[in-house]
């Protein structure tokens, strides 16, 4: 479907894929053909191997608005698809389950107001830069809604810490670079102009990993969190490790670090 995308931009670079979120007269909004778009690309992630690490960012002033809500109250949008059984509402929430089920890395540049439906893009990365005009916020409660939507009750206390999370869910208040730096929420604050630029020690420092121990990293990182213990968490790292030791990438990387060169892996 890649080659009909309209609402998003893929662009590859050797092995990584920058993905832009293209509707910028309307803040990067998501609307329903958004959705459909941002489905099929997290989904067609799991099983490309070609493709190791993926930036997220958005075109013009904005990171993502959020949902457009002008068009989702448009004619004929009440019969958006299902996803899993909850209308549009479970249908949208796949594309977070997606991003974190993809093994690639997702590397966030955001600029801009990140809000609702935009700051879960977000928080459902695994590393996040911010531009300096960086502001997000949880905004389903100013609308009447809960906070606790598309992941973000389960992301950003796992990020900031439960008071900062209850505060900025209870409120629904904008936490802007500075502060979001301060909390951990992102790695680094840059000039907005130099976020391309910020990503790129990151993105180089990952490909110098081999394939199956990025992959298996972040995987990894997913199910540790929620582990219920030490013993479990130590099972999923035992495994990841006896899968790894057995790969060519193993013994290359060995070699590599007793020669003093940088490896160079064939994901085998």
């Known amino acids: 479907m890649a080659e009909a995308y309209r609402t998003i931009t893929v662009e590859r670079r050797d092995q990584v894929e920058w993905l832009t979120l293209n509707r910028p007269e309307a803040l990067n909004a998501i609307n329903v053909p958004m959705v459909h778009e941002l489905r ?24 993502c608005a959020g949902l457009d809500i002008k068009q989702r109250q448009a004619p004929g949008e009440e019969s958006a698809p299902f996803g899993g059984g909850f209308g549009f509402q479970g249908f949208l929430a796949e594309v977070y389950i997606r991003m974190r089920r993809c093994p690639q890395p997702i590397v966030s540049l955001v600029h801009g107001p990140a809000c609702g439906g935009g700051f879960a893009f977000a928080l459902a990365s695994d590393i996040r830069i911010a531009g300096q005009s960086a502001r997000m916020n949880a905004a389903f409660i100013r609308l009447g809604l809960s906070a606790c939507d598309m992941g973000v009750s389960y992301f950003l206390p796992r990020l900031v810490g439960m008071s900062v999370a209850s505060e900025l869910m209870l409120t629904g208040r904008f936490i802007n670079a500075q502060r979001a730096l301060a909390t951990g929420l992102v790695s680094e604050v840059v000039p907005d102009e130099a976020l391309e630029a910020a990503a790129q020690p990151y993105i ?24 219920p213990s030490l013993e479990a968490a130590m099972a999923i790292e035992n495994r990841n490790q006896v899968l790894c030791s057995r790969s060519n990438d193993f013994a290359e990387g060995m070699r590599a670090f007793l020669e003093k060169r940088r490896p160079v892996y064939t994901g085998t």
């Open 40 to 63: 099929d690309y997290f989904g067609g992630l799991y099983d490309d191997p070609q493709v190791r690490i993926v930036v997220m960012r958005g075109a013009g002033r904005a990171f």
């Open 204 to 227: 180089e420092e990952m490909l110098t990993t081999s394939p199956m121990g990025l992959r298996l990293t972040k995987e990894g990182l997913s199910l540790a969190v929620d582990a």
